[in-house]
Structure formats: C-alpha cells, structure tokens
T-cell receptor, first 115, second 115 residues
C-alpha cells in the first residue's frame, strides 16, 4: 500500500495564472475525492469521481475549476485564472467506493499560494 | 444539510492526563461519523469511525469515541495522552445515502501537550 500521493506538494503562482495538481489514488480504489482546506478550517468537499465519472460537484467549484480522471486512475484538478482567494491546501482522497462503510484515505495535500 | 461543530478551537493537556475532544453533528438520518488527525505537513489519518452497532468505538493509538444519538455527539477520548498526540483533530460526518460520497468536517481542535 503506497498510499495516496499528490504532486506538487507546494505551488506558488501569480494571480491570473493557471495551475494543475495531480492526485494518484491507492491503486485498487475506484472513488477519488477532492477537498479544499483553508487556514483554520476543516476540509471542504469539492468533487468526487467513481472511476472516470464525475458524480458530484460542490457549489464551491466555480467554473474556473475543472477536475478530470480520464482513465479512472489518477486525477487532475486545474484552476484557471487563479485568485488570491484560491490560496489553500488541496487534498485528495480515495476509497474502494460504493459502500457507506468505506474509509477515505487522504494524501498529503498540495499547498497553493497565489500572490 | 449535514454539519459538524467542534466547540473547542484549542485544547492544552499535560502529558499523561486524560483527553476528551467534543464533536456535535447535525444529520437527518443515521450518520456515519469519523475522527481524523492531521499533523503538520501530513495528510489526514483516520483514527476511528462509527457506522452502526456498539456505540463505543475503539480506534488506533489508544483513542476511543462514543456515539450518543440523544445528544448528537461523537466525542473522542484518550485516557493518557503522549507528546506525539499533539496535532489537529477533525470530526466528520458522512452521508448514509448511497455511501459516504462526501465528508463534512468540523473546523478542528488543535491539541497541545505540555510536559
């Protein structure tokens, strides 16, 4: 079990630039989740996938955000035209999926700083 | 909509003393409840979870939590804390509708251990 990995771990960008983050879930997990965590807050749900299908998106996910999971394995989260308010930790999690008793396993996160 | 309240932002405990972290949830049906721990620079690690059955749940690292439906609470306890327990603790509730597609987290409790 290699765990959930995320890349990069840190990203500093200027306002208006586009950024893309990658998440590699635990290999046999078919569900993948994205959360955002700002300073002093708990993680907030953004979106999730079952295999390659994106099943739910939060209202937090504005049209500048897009997530994909093209082959049902790794996922990418892109933010276009970044704003200072996008500065946060972006967390990815995966689970075996489909059962309420599934545990979501979290990656170390990507910390985004928008200058 | 589901929600979680962690009323204590910061708790300081002496090493070897007992610990209780409070969590109250709001959810219309039977909740799925979780406690996660987050150390600096680390991802979220699951301590324990409750889905059904025995309302006293045992977790890793000597932690336990008790589900009290009448009080809508799921408090985390440990009889004797160690310096390595210093971290941020998050309570979360998952939807019991068709699996826990998303978790709703509280704002967290930061635990400081003093010698």
């Amino acid at each position: 079990d290699t765990g959930v990995s995320q890349d990069p771990r840190h990203k500093i960008t200027k306002r208006g630039q586009n950024v893309t983050f990658r998440c590699d879930p635990i290999s046999e997990h078919n569900r993948l989740y994205w959360y955002r965590q700002t300073l002093g807050q708990g993680p907030e749900f953004l979106t999730y996938f079952q295999n390659e299908a994106q099943l739910e998106k939060s209202r937090l996910l504005s049209d500048r955000f897009s997530a994909e999971r093209p082959k049902g394995s790794f996922s990418t989260l892109e933010i276009q035209r970044t704003e200072q308010g996008d500065s946060a930790m972006y967390l990815c999690a995966s689970s075996l999926g489909g059962q309420g008793t599934d545990t979501q396993y979290f990656g170390p996160g990507t910390r985004l700083t928008v200058l | 909509a589901q929600s979680v309240t962690q009323p204590d932002i910061h708790i300081t405990v002496s090493e070897g003393a007992s610990l209780e972290l409070r969590c109250n949830y709001s959810y219309g049906a039977t909740p799925y409840l979780f406690w996660y721990v987050q150390s600096p620079g680390q991802g979220l690690q699951l301590l324990l979870k409750y889905f059904s059955g025995d309302t006293l749940v045992q977790g890793i690292k000597g932690f336990e939590a008790e589900f009290k439906r009448s009080q809508s609470s799921f408090n985390l306890r440990k009889p004797s804390v160690h310096w390595s327990d210093a971290a941020e603790y998050f309570c979360a509730v998952g939807s019991s509708n068709f699996g826990n597609e998303k978790l709703t987290f509280g704002t967290g409790t930061r635990l400081t251990i003093i010698p």
